[in-house]
């Protein structure tokens, strides 16, 4: 396990726990599922721990904020057995979904601007209805299918109303920025329960601004967990010098 784990020096389970605000429970929790070497027991049973421990639990805690609890729980029992090929994947494999998030919000962004100067998803202003445009010419607008629009309708993204005369749905011009809002953030990889909020908030403000907000706490949290990995990735390289 490396020369540290032989020193003097004996730690408890609150020793561990006392720095952190964790419980000596969570400790003992924290071996069990491989977070933490084993410890070595005394003659009475009872759990010691050494630096090494320490050091790994600072590691787990550090790696945390940026790879998420499963992640991270797996890369310390990867290190804890030797294999460090593999919890090194599981790193890339968290680095290659943050920079596929921050190209995603990149795509929201861009769409966004698009959308907000009436760009290539603008609807034409002359339609079928002076009160709106129907179903089949906004799907042609914007390349999507129909039943993609009524599948947005069933998860309240879009709000047409119903010709009165012959029952088809039309969209008046709250309703096309809807459709058209959805449409961009679908491209940008939104998932449909994600949209549903945004769409509520931009109705009742009237505007696209409140995805303003949204955007810059979007921003902020993959800036967050950038750095988190960064801090991460640190206390891991020192406790692999550790265990030698």
Same mark, same amino acid.
Not at 174 to 203: K, M, N, S
């Given at each position: 396990?490396?020369?540290?784990?032989?020193?003097? @020096?004996?730690?408890?389970?609150?020793?561990?726990?006392?720095?952190?605000?964790?419980?000596?429970?969570?400790?003992? +929790?924290?071996?069990?599922?491989?977070?933490?070497?084993?410890?070595?027991?005394? &003659?009475?049973?009872?759990?010691?721990?050494? &630096?090494? !421990?320490?050091?790994?639990?600072?590691?787990?805690?550090?790696?945390?904020?940026? !790879?998420?609890? &499963? /992640?991270?729980?797996?890369?310390?029992?990867? @290190? +804890?057995?030797?294999?460090?090929?593999?919890?090194?994947?599981?790193?890339?494999?968290?680095?290659?979904?943050?920079?596929?998030?921050?190209?995603?919000?990149?795509?929201?962004?861009?769409?966004?601007?698009?959308?907000?100067?009436?760009?290539?998803?603008?609807? &034409?202003?002359?339609?079928?209805?002076?009160?709106? /445009?129907?179903?089949?010419?906004?799907?042609?607008?914007?390349?999507?299918?129909?039943?993609?629009?009524?599948?947005?309708?069933?998860?309240?993204?879009?709000?047409?109303?119903?010709?009165?005369? /012959?029952?088809?749905? @039309?969209?008046?011009?709250?309703?096309?920025?809807?459709?058209?809002?959805?449409?961009?953030?679908?491209?940008?990889?939104?998932?449909?329960?994600?949209?549903?909020?945004?769409?509520?908030?931009?109705?009742?403000?009237?505007?696209?601004?409140?995805?303003?907000?949204?955007?810059?706490?979007? !921003?902020?949290?993959?800036?967050?967990?950038?750095?988190?990995?960064?801090?991460?990735?640190?206390?891991?390289?020192?406790?692999?010098?550790?265990?030698?």
């Amino acid at each position: 396990m490396g020369k540290n784990l032989q020193s003097g @020096v004996r730690l408890r389970p609150v020793d561990l726990a006392r720095g952190h605000g964790l419980s000596t429970q969570a400790i003992r +929790n924290y071996e069990e599922a491989g977070v933490l070497p084993a410890s070595e027991r005394t &003659p009475h049973g009872y759990r010691t721990y050494t &630096p090494l !421990h320490a050091g790994a639990l600072r590691a787990f805690l550090a790696l945390l904020p940026g !790879h998420g609890h &499963p /992640t991270a729980t797996s890369i310390m029992r990867a @290190v +804890n057995r030797g294999a460090a090929d593999e919890a090194f994947l599981l790193i890339d494999e968290s680095h290659a979904q943050l920079l596929d998030d921050r190209r995603t919000l990149r795509a929201v962004e861009s769409a966004l601007r698009d959308l907000d100067l009436g760009g290539p998803d603008r609807v &034409p202003a002359t339609t079928p209805d002076p009160g709106g /445009t129907f179903i089949g010419p906004l799907a042609e607008k914007l390349g999507i299918r129909p039943a993609t629009l009524r599948k947005w309708e069933d998860a309240g993204l879009v709000r047409p109303r119903r010709d009165p005369r /012959t029952g088809y749905r @039309v969209y008046d011009d709250a309703a096309v920025r809807d459709a058209r809002l959805a449409h961009q953030l679908r491209r940008g990889g939104y998932p449909l329960e994600r949209i549903a909020p945004l769409i509520t908030q931009v109705r009742s403000a009237g505007g696209l601004e409140p995805l303003e907000a949204a955007l810059t706490d979007w !921003h902020g949290r993959l800036s967050a967990r950038g750095r988190a990995m960064l801090a991460g990735a640190a206390e891991l390289e020192a406790y692999l010098r550790a265990r030698g």
